[in-house]
């Protein structure tokens, strides 16, 4: 026997694969089960949202938004609309403010439970998953009841929603939150404190602060590696500044701070946030016509703005570039898994293929936002 | 049916071959879990608790080689596009072709200034049955399947085929 | 700082090198493409400009008489003030050098905007296509962008006109 000379062998954990949140070309170069490099392949998903953007109107322009972040429509529709007012100058009715606020903030948990359960089907728990698409559906039934729609909307339009809140939709809503709260300490029971994803997400695909600012990581995986920065809080939007709510950040809980758990400790932390926003929401909720404000004609003045949101990723933003015409000169969706995914590379290298799967996980990306 | 007719008692069924064949094929085929886009976030919402897939035999797999039916769930891309023409090429027969939502179908919101969208998966491999919507509901989906069951249930495999 | 004091810091590191625009906004500076990374290290390191946020870049086709631009949307966390810089390019080359050692993020933003307008980042390490296929023919986000006629054997059919909206 001579002697056996290790050499660097390449995976292809290929576009098809039941754990990549989509079609993801990883190629991983490794050594034996440790990655030395890993280069992700996008674009199996690119739909041209852009090219679409610069040749409809700029109403028709939102049902495209709604696709490229399929699982937080409404958040991705609020970006683009707050972007046109802010362009525009148009002054939304109170109503309209807290019915966005209270959509955002549903959809920002239903985004969550689905972020969560998925992460513990990959690393190997089935049973949350279940529970959380449980309690999903009941969140989708009342998006359904209000404007029609299941997981894609159309709902906020310039100046306005497209459809008012039905008359029992705040008790509706009060009783969902009522039933939901204690399901919380289920999922901890069920996932957070089991021991085996304890060991397989603590101290796994550590994130410093100074690495995920220089990459441009925002959103619950910066907030995991105790960055205090969420727009909601520090460039506000909407009435986001009149409620009272906390800004969870990674704690090292079980390891280090900017692990695998962190990130997915801050998520769980936020969805009793947007509860606590919900309440509030509900109980101040004014009166009023949410179509008044709404333009017959979009028509913006010349000129570019770029504006930020808060959506379940991190910062969504939007370059908007207008002509003066109803149709835009151009629009660019500056997407926060776009920049998650980015640093994929950089924090797992000397991990083994299997923290690899946990580490993309905790990423919480959705190709098509990253492809538009 | 004349000389068989109150023979039996009623535990004793008489039908053709083919019914049974059928019968056995269509009710429990096992899906390729192939979603792309938002109508992969439908089918999994099919899957899950409330409306259980499962309980009409119907089983995720992640690798082409076990399974019956594709569920193209998804825009297919033209980067991706060969990569399905593959994975259909690795599944075993026989094979059946899903195709879920507008975008599968005819390319759907994007069939106009999409350079890079395939304008339907049947460009690229046969399909069965067609599910239309943007998404469609998860009840929609289960009624393809069924029609897709349908669809088993009268081929007939036993029949050779003439050229 | 306000915009104009940031104008001022930089006008005063790199004389000449901001130009005047009266299209642009308040926010919006434009500066000269030859001194790009200089610049930009300036505006990262400097202790009261500190942008350590790299925001967004985006590239811009400002018609068939106008230049190509990258727009770099800049953000400082500790000091909470933005800039945006606006470089032009030559429409039959367009280069200008690359950033992407400063803000790691610049790596996969200006691939993408290579793919998409053909801007060149001189010094980048690994420039090549990110969401077109790496065998795809032309710059898809510019405004003479014509489909190529098939790819692989799939037809690619041909962008339709669109009717003038009035």
């Known amino acids: ?13 290929g576009p098809q694969h039941p754990s990549t949140h989509g079609v993801l070309r990883l190629e991983v170069k490794t050594d034996g089960e440790i990655v030395s490099e890993i280069r992700p392949h996008i674009g199996y998903l690119h739909r041209c949202f852009e090219k679409h953007s610069e040749n409809v109107t700029y109403e028709q322009v939102i049902p495209f938004t709604d696709r490229c972040d399929y699982l937080a429509a409404m958040n991705s529709n609020f970006g683009y609309v707050v972007a046109m007012e802010d362009l525009m100058e148009i002054k939304v009715p109170e109503r309209v403010d807290y019915i966005r606020v209270i959509m955002g903030e549903l959809n920002r948990i239903a985004s969550h439970l689905l972020a969560l359960g998925v992460y513990g089907l990959d690393v190997g728990a089935f049973t949350p998953f279940l529970y959380m698409l449980r309690d999903r559906e009941r969140i989708l039934d009342m998006f359904e009841y209000t404007c029609g729609a299941r997981l894609l909307y159309n709902y906020m339009w310039v100046g306005g929603v497209s459809h008012d809140l039905p008359k029992d939709f705040v008790k509706i809503c009060t009783d969902f939150l009522d039933y939901f709260e204690p399901q919380i300490s289920e999922y901890n029971e069920l996932l957070t404190y089991n021991k085996i994803f304890i060991e397989r997400t603590a101290d796994v695909g550590v ?45 090292g809980e079980f390891g280090t701070v900017g692990d695998c758990f962190d990130r997915y400790w801050v998520r769980m932390l936020e969805v009793k946030e947007s509860v606590k926003i919900l309440r509030q929401a509900l109980k101040d909720i004014p009166s009023g016509d949410v179509h008044q404000a709404i333009p017959k004609k979009i028509r913006p003045p010349k000129g570019s703005i770029y504006r930020r949101t808060e959506s379940p990723r991190g910062d969504l933003g939007y370059y908007i570039v207008s002509d003066g015409t109803p149709v835009a000169s151009r629009v660019k969706m500056r997407s926060p898994a776009f920049t998650a995914l980015s640093v994929l590379d950089e924090i797992s290298r000397g991990w083994m293929i299997s923290d690899v799967i946990a580490i993309l996980g905790s990423l919480d990306i959705v190709l098509g936002e990253i492809d538009r | 049916m004349g000389v068989l007719e109150n023979r039996f008692k009623d535990n004793v069924i008489v039908a053709s071959l083919d019914k049974f064949l059928g019968w056995a094929r269509s009710t429990s085929p096992w899906y390729f879990q192939f979603g792309l886009a938002c109508c992969a976030i439908e089918m999994m919402a099919s899957a899950a608790s409330r409306h259980d897939l499962e309980r009409i035999g119907m089983m995720p797999r992640s690798s082409p080689r076990q399974a019956d039916v594709m569920i193209v769930a998804g825009t297919v891309t033209m980067k991706m596009a060969l990569r399905v023409k593959k994975l259909y090429e690795q599944m075993a027969d026989p094979k059946y072709v899903i195709s879920m939502g507008s975008c599968a179908t005819s390319g759907g919101p994007y069939w106009q ?44 495999p036993l029949t050779r085929k003439t050229a | 700082m306000t915009p104009a004091e940031i104008k001022t ?7 000449g090198s901001v130009l ?44 068939e008489e106008g230049p190509l631009q990258t727009r770099y949307n800049l953000h400082s966390m500790e000091h909470r003030h933005k800039i945006e810089v606006v470089i032009s390019h030559d429409r039959e080359t367009p280069k200008v050098a690359s950033i992407e050692q400063l803000w790691r993020i610049g790596d996969w933003f200006e691939r993408e905007t290579y793919d998409m307008f053909g801007i060149v980042y001189e010094g980048h390490r690994d420039l090549r296509r990110i969401l077109c296929p790496d065998d795809w023919e032309g710059w898809p986000l510019r405004k003479d962008y014509e489909g190529q006629e098939d790819y692989h054997g799939i037809v690619v059919p041909k962008i339709k006109e669109e009717e003038e909206w009035e």
């Open chain 1, 207 to 251: 994130l410093p602060a100074d690495v995920a600012v220089s990459f441009g990581v925002t959103g619950p995986n910066l907030r995991g590696s105790g960055v205090k920065w969420d727009v909601r809080k520090d460039e506000p939007y909407s009435i986001y500044d009149q409620f009272d709510f906390d800004i969870p950040t990674g704690t």
């Open chain 3, 9 to 15: 810091a930089i006008e005063s590191q790199f004389s």
């Open chain 1, 1 to 13: 026997m001579g002697i056996v000379q290790g050499d660097q062998m390449t995976l292809n954990i």
């Open chain 2, 113 to 156: 200034h999409g350079y890079h969208v395939l304008k339907g998966v049947d460009l690229v491999v046969p399909v069965d049955v067609y599910v239309p919507g943007c998404p469609p509901r998860p009840e929609a989906l289960i009624e393809g399947l069924l029609k897709l069951q349908e669809k088993i249930q009268t081929e007939r």
């Open chain 3, 20 to 63: 005047e625009n009266e299209d642009l906004a308040e926010n919006q500076v434009e500066l000269k493409g030859e001194q790009w990374l200089e610049m930009a290290t300036f505006l990262k390191n400097d202790p009261n400009l500190c942008f350590d946020q790299l925001e967004c870049i985006t590239g811009i086709d400002t018609g």
